[in-house]
């Protein structure tokens, strides 16, 4: 069989077309092979054994290459006894002295990250370690039946969402905790800014708190964190999974 680089399948395989469909040579999904990101890619045309014998697609094929060779190869790839995902799990707990009030306070605290492929994914807190490791699994199995894409959060950038019933897309900040994001109004379907922010001041908080002077305190500083939220454009969410008041499948207008 002809041994191709993934350039060479790229000039020979990228323009194929059958029954009215394009295919080709495109992305399939990375994996890591020692600790490594690797791309597999799905190459119409080019097919081998491995897959055939062991009824899985014959046009995977791995980007692969080994420490000291200078150019990568295309090796036949097979998804049966591979991690499609690499998960990777680390908690730590801690102890902190504080003194506050002329008096000294002693607690503990710990945090638990989840990684997949090597990049995390989410976090959470929890001071006992046997509620974490009994937490994780089911914070897997959330992340990947989430309409979120939790493992390619920068692949969010823009999608169209509802958020409080008004129209607004996600953004994704590099530099923010994984599987954070933050809301921007979409004014581009013809609500104007202010009834925008009018009906999110109003879905957000439905019952108005009233009473004491703390009520009072906390609802000035709502309004005020609102108000630079208005000038900003910008909703800080917080966690993707904290995501009652989102409707993820908005139709493109």
Not at 53 to 73: A, Q, V
Request: charged fraction near 30%; charge should be negative; hydrophobic fraction near 30%.
């Amino acid at each position: 069989m002809e041994r191709l680089t993934l350039s060479q399948a790229k000039k020979k395989y990228s323009d194929i077309h059958e029954n009215g469909r394009d295919y080709g040579v495109r992305r399939a999904f990375e994996i890591l092979i020692n600790d490594k990101p690797y791309q597999v890619w799905d190459i119409a045309g080019y097919e081998h054994k491995n897959g055939e014998w062991n009824g899985t697609p014959t046009t995977w094929w791995l980007n692969f290459k080994e420490d000291g060779d200078e150019e990568s190869e295309l090796v036949p790839f097979v998804d049966k006894g591979v991690h499609r995902i690499c998960w990777e799990v680390k908690y730590k707990q801690k102890n902190y002295a504080k003194h506050k009030y002329g008096d000294w306070d002693i607690r503990n605290s710990g945090h638990c990250r989840i990684y997949a492929n090597g990049k995390q994914v989410i976090s959470f807190g929890s001071r006992n370690l046997e509620y974490a490791m009994a937490k994780v699994p089911v914070m897997i199995v959330k992340i990947m039946e989430h309409p979120f894409n939790f493992l390619n959060p920068q692949e969010e950038n823009g999608r169209k969402i509802w958020y409080h019933g008004m129209p607004a897309t996600v953004s994704v900040n590099e530099y923010s905790e994984p599987g954070e994001i933050s809301v921007v109004p979409d004014y581009t379907t013809g609500i104007e800014p202010n009834t925008w922010w009018k009906l999110y001041n109003e879905r957000r908080n439905p019952v108005v708190m009233s009473g004491s002077e703390i009520d009072q305190d906390d609802m000035d500083s709502d309004l005020s964190d609102l108000k630079y939220e208005e000038r900003s454009s910008r909703i800080n969410h917080g966690d993707a999974l904290w995501d009652g008041m989102i409707n993820w499948f908005r139709k493109s207008d």
